[in-house]
């Protein structure tokens, strides 16, 4: 085993049982990607962690509001 592979079993150990499956969740999410995640994507999960609204918004309103057409968002 790596030393990267001990250091996250040993934080695996150390996690309480409420955070095990998000932990777990993340590994396999992880592991079955095919492209690693970058910065962009780790602030947008900071930044849905971080927001406690309950106001939501459908994506075609989204969309709308951006000026972003399906086409637009399937190309890129």
Do not use: W
């Not at 934080?11 to 690693?36: G, H, M, N, T």
């Not at 962009?40 to 930044?47: E, G, I, S, T, V």
């Amino acid at each position: 085993m790596s030393n990267m592979q001990v250091v996250a079993v040993r934080y695996i150990q150390q996690l309480p049982e409420s955070k095990l499956s998000s932990a777990v969740d993340y590994l396999r999410y992880l592991c079955e990607q095919e492209f690693p995640l970058d910065d962009f994507d780790y602030l947008l999960a900071r930044n849905a962690d971080n927001d406690k609204s309950t106001e939501t918004i459908t994506l075609d309103a989204l969309l709308h509001d951006m000026g972003i057409s399906h086409d637009e968002l399937q190309a890129n």
